[in-house]
């Protein structure tokens, strides 16, 4: 399966995922919304040119947004993520050379404190922002506060369950043979 | 000149990065302004597609509950019939009555069209609907939408056969509504926290209210026909210095469960707008 497939299934599946099923469940409280979404962008190759992650995470962004009637609420995070994600991936992995071996980010590739970082540092910036502007239309401080956290939990849950569930084959590369 | 070239050239991702930053953000601040012509027709028609077949699959679940749904309201329009007033006649003259009477549609205010919803989300701050009846099938933007247990939003996109409505769940929309009882006029809005429940502000606190009231669309209400269920007061305080009340209400429409409704035009507003527009001239 060529990469290129293989990413525009992964696109459209975590957009119908988000949309049809995340998106529908009733509200269990009003802190809680559940986002798993922009998983797609923390999963895309290790070796994308930063200007197409950036560009990729606005479309997939404003896909959603398409979807949710809000053009633009879930893009800015997006790109922002996607901005930043090259950044925090040299931080975590300089000196392993792992964006070498392996093809993306993932348990196995980065190991399972760096991932846990990676996710959690990216879920809370999405969320971070996401609800920034959100709560600029309306709410409270508290509101920001509880949703931000609270929101943030539920989706590193999700996203570890995600992980284990759909364990994703990583060959090992290596530049000897 | 060589160096801006650089400049940018060394910035580029980052510029990039903001210029997509500022595009997302216009488009969340110009929604509904500018940019629904050029982008929003299509988007609506491809979401709306996915979205019928979604709902293909969906509606089944929900069968039951549409149906006791439409029962329920055909039952309340058989009990409005004029069949079923009838008292002793009490009259002593008999008049001609010289109303003018409704029998060429030319003093008809609302026209009422069956819509399906399609697409529906309430767990977030910002609710829309989609209903597969658009422009062609006579959709217009700022048309009221009731379903059959009582208001649901207003008409805020339309494409061609797909029109997206704000819920009432939503943080920006405002429905005039008033106490059926004593017809004193509010406005009801969405605090974006839990969707069984909306606000009614402006009420005085010289009104005497009980839990249970109903509240429904008031007279002054431009898109909406009056009287159609808002919901029925759930609990209420004073709004903190104001003189007036902070009402909750449990919302007489259930959002989860919505699948068939109707859209409602106002053919009159047009000049009642048109009034309403003109500066007021104050001898």
């Given at each position: 399966m060529s990469p290129f497939f293989k990413y525009t299934i992964r696109f459209i599946l975590f957009i119908l995922f988000q949309v049809y099923i995340l998106n529908n469940?009733?509200?269990?409280?009003?802190?809680?919304?559940?986002?798993?979404?922009?998983?797609?962008?923390?999963?895309?190759?290790?070796?994308?040119?930063?200007?197409?992650?950036?560009?990729?995470?606005?479309?997939?962004?404003?896909?959603?947004?398409?979807?949710?009637g809000t053009p633009g609420l879930h893009a800015a995070p997006c790109v922002l993520i996607g901005y930043l994600r090259p950044f925090l991936i040299n931080l975590l992995i300089s000196q392993e050379g792992a964006e070498l071996n392996y093809a993306e980010p993932s348990i196995k590739s980065m190991g399972w404190a760096p991932y846990a970082l990676y996710v959690l540092v990216f879920t809370f910036i999405h969320h971070f922002y996401l609800v920034l502007i959100e709560w600029m239309q309306f709410g409270t401080f508290i509101y920001f506060l509880g949703k931000v956290a609270a929101t943030t939990g539920i989706s590193f849950l999700m996203i570890f369950i995600t992980d284990l569930l759909f364990f994703r084959k990583q060959k090992f590369r290596t530049n000897t043979a | 000149m060589k160096n801006i070239f650089l400049f940018i050239r060394r910035y580029f991702n980052f510029l990039f990065f903001l210029v997509l930053q500022i595009v997302s953000l216009s488009f969340l601040v110009t929604y509904n302004k500018t940019q629904e012509a050029v982008y929003s027709n299509?988007?609506?028609?491809?979401?709306?597609?996915?979205?019928?077949?979604?709902?293909?699959?969906?509606?089944?679940?929900?069968?039951?509950?549409?149906?006791?749904?439409l029962s329920d309201e055909n039952a309340r329009l058989r009990n409005m019939l004029a069949a079923n007033f009838e008292g002793p006649d009490t009259s002593i003259a008999k008049g001609i009555d010289t109303l003018t009477r409704d029998t060429t549609g030319r003093i008809?205010?609302?026209?009422?069209?069956?819509?399906?919803?399609?697409?529906?989300?309430?767990?977030?701050?910002m609710n829309y609907l989609t209903l597969h009846r658009g422009g062609l099938q006579g959709v217009k933007k700022n048309m009221a939408v009731v379903g059959p247990e009582g208001v649901v939003g207003t008409v805020i996109d339309v494409s061609d056969n797909y029109s997206r409505v704000m819920s009432l769940l939503h943080t920006n929309s405002r429905v005039s509504s008033m106490l059926l009882k004593g017809k004193i006029a509010?406005?009801?809005?969405?605090?974006?926290?839990?969707?069984?429940?909306?606000?009614?502000?402006?009420?005085p606190r010289s009104i005497e209210i009980k839990k249970g009231d109903s509240v429904v669309t008031s007279t002054y209400s431009a898109n909406f026909p009056?009287?159609?269920?808002?919901?029925?007061?759930?609990?209420?305080?004073?709004?903190?210095?104001?003189?007036?009340?902070?009402?909750?209400?449990?919302?007489?429409?259930?959002?989860?469960?919505?699948?068939?409704?109707?859209?409602?035009?106002?053919?009159?507003?047009?000049?009642?707008?048109?009034?309403?527009?003109?500066?007021?001239?104050?001898?």
């Open positions: 469940i009733p509200p269990l409280h009003r802190f809680i919304t559940p986002y798993l979404y922009f998983l797609f962008i923390l999963w895309l190759p290790f070796t994308i040119s930063r200007t197409l992650l950036t560009m990729l995470s606005f479309v997939f962004g404003l896909t959603l947004d398409y979807f949710t | 299509f988007a609506n028609e491809i979401t709306g597609r996915v979205n019928t077949q979604y709902n293909k699959v969906q509606y089944y679940f929900q069968l039951k509950e549409t149906n006791r749904q008809r205010k609302f026209i009422w069209l069956p819509a399906k919803v399609v697409g529906n989300s309430y767990s977030s701050a509010g406005s009801v809005e969405w605090d974006g926290t839990d969707p069984r429940f909306l606000t009614l502000r402006n009420i009056s009287n159609i269920m808002v919901g029925t007061i759930y609990d209420f305080k004073p709004d903190g210095s104001t003189n007036s009340y902070l009402i909750r209400l449990r919302a007489a429409t259930n959002f989860y469960s919505i699948q068939y409704v109707n859209l409602v035009e106002n053919i009159q507003w047009e000049e009642q707008r048109k009034l309403e527009a003109t500066p007021v001239k104050n001898q």
